[in-house]
């Protein structure tokens, strides 16, 4: 999987996400759900109103594919390394209502299962027309972890739910290099002589 993509690659996901979000909550048609806005600020910056907070709470390196090897647009060009990214989100249902807060995170949930992988149409602002794919995934933090994060933000704990999104590269900013790939490797065996 190889997103091309520059430094805007994080703004896009969270745009991306939050139009699946937008589409299954705010312009929902089941009368369950509670037409409520999706936004990008902390839940602490959303109190007050309805909504669902979806917070990029951090952004860390993927170390399974940052050794990927090196890509190649022409066989004497090599591409700067690339820096896979995981972008871990809090998702968090804002209302006084505890029967809308539950609605919510059940939507939330329904909404990111059925699109565990996001690819194609549904990829927005500079990954649109990319041919690869964004995994999101539900992490399973303890509440010790949770609340951690809660404190961090300064404000009263909500139930809420984290998400992993991978890979999100971001290319470099410099040129590539020339570079010569390995046409022919000769191998020489050479038989020891024993010394007494």
């Known amino acids: ?3 091309v993509s520059d430094f805007t690659v994080i703004r896009a996901v969270s745009e991306t996400l939050k139009v699946l979000l937008r589409d299954a909550i705010t312009n929902s ?12 600020d902390s ?14 709470y951090r952004v860390v390196r993927n170390a399974d594919t940052f050794n990927d090897p090196p890509r190649r647009p022409a066989p004497e060009r090599e591409l700067r390394r690339r820096l896979p990214l995981d972008l871990h ?11 809308k807060r539950a609605v919510l995170i059940g939507r939330i949930v329904q909404t990111l299962s059925d699109h565990a992988v996001v690819r194609g149409a549904e990829l927005k602002d500079t990954l649109i027309g990319s ?7 539900m992490e399973t933090l303890t509440l010790e972890e949770l609340t951690r994060i809660w404190t961090a933000l300064g404000d009263p704990y909500e139930p809420s739910i984290t998400y992993l999104v991978t890979l999100a590269p ?3 900013d410099l040129e590539p290099v ?3 790939r390995v046409l022919t490797k000769r191998v020489t065996y050479a038989q020891g002589v024993p010394t007494s």
Request: proline share 9%.
């Open 178 to 180: 020339i570079s010569r």
């Open 89 to 99: 989100y809090l998702l968090t249902p804002i209302s006084k209502s505890a029967v």
């Open 29 to 40: 048609t089941e009368p369950e759900v509670p037409k409520v806005p999706i936004g990008l």
């Open 131 to 137: 041919t690869d794919e964004l995994h999101v995934t």
């Open 43 to 56: 839940p602490k910056d959303m109190r007050g109103d309805d909504g669902v907070s979806l917070w990029l």
């Open 1 to 3: 999987m190889s997103l």
């Open 170 to 172: 971001v290319d470099s």
